[in-house]
């Protein structure tokens, strides 16, 4: 974590500090968050602490328990499969309605991440999340793009986002689905590509269950 520079609106400054600790896993779950090493290590007083602290609990990002301290969280098998769930249902809903908003433009782009998985599977994670959130901020809808980055910082946190891009097999797995959700785009089904965004979910739910069974 750095120390606080600017004065303004510490809490906002101290939050955002302590959760990009947690997503980059910097801070792992389970670490205690000790408000004094918190205040030397941000140079700021206990206030903006506490108050970024109780954001951070209302979130679900950590964990306060009387006398003993904040905590960041660590997470069941159970809710990291619900997170997947609501992930499943909500970027569905988001592809349907990007479907409405679909252009020849975002199709081409949708193609040409595509296109560069294929060439490139080194950069697969990049492109793979470029696809997905391009398909996400086409739905125009902030709500549901803020419920999705929420879901995502949950993966995050949960160190699965990662976990599929470590297998060749489901990777080129995850193109296929990817070139199945283009072509429905394509024909402007937007039920069929709710279908499909939601059943390349499945399948994604289904490979990490089956990693969370192997470390089990």
């Not at 006398?67 to 569905?92: D, M, Q, T, Y």
């Not at 040409?112 to 492109?127: F, G, H, M, P, V």
């Not at 929420?150 to 470590?166: A, G, I, P, Q």
């Not at 394509?186 to 499945?202: I, L, P, Y």
């Amino acid at each position: 974590m750095k120390r606080i520079k600017v004065v303004r609106d510490l809490k906002s400054q101290v939050y955002k500090n302590i959760k990009d600790s947690i997503l980059n896993r910097t801070l792992l779950p389970g670490t205690q968050l000790k408000e004094s090493e918190l205040v030397n290590k941000l140079g700021v007083s206990r206030t903006p602490i506490r108050e970024a602290l109780s954001q951070l609990s209302q979130e679900g990002v950590i964990e306060i328990f009387p006398n003993k301290g904040a905590f960041v969280k660590s997470w069941e098998k159970e809710e990291v499969l619900e997170v997947l769930v609501i992930r499943e249902v909500l970027e569905g809903l988001a592809a349907k309605l990007a479907c409405g908003h679909r252009t020849p433009d975002f199709i081409l782009r949708l193609e040409t991440y595509l296109k560069n998985q294929k060439d490139k599977i080194s950069s697969y994670q990049e492109t793979d999340e470029q696809f997905h959130s391009d398909i996400i901020q086409t739905s125009k809808s902030k709500r549901l793009i803020d419920l999705i980055k929420s879901t995502h910082d949950n993966l995050e946190m949960m160190d699965m986002r990662e976990v599929s891009f470590k297998s060749p097999e489901r990777i080129k797995e995850s193109m296929k689905e990817h070139h199945r959700i283009i072509d429905a785009f394509k024909a402007g089904d937007s039920e069929k590509v709710e279908f499909c965004v939601r059943d390349h979910f499945r399948i994604i739910r289904s490979f990490y269950q089956a990693q969370l069974e192997l470390t089990n």
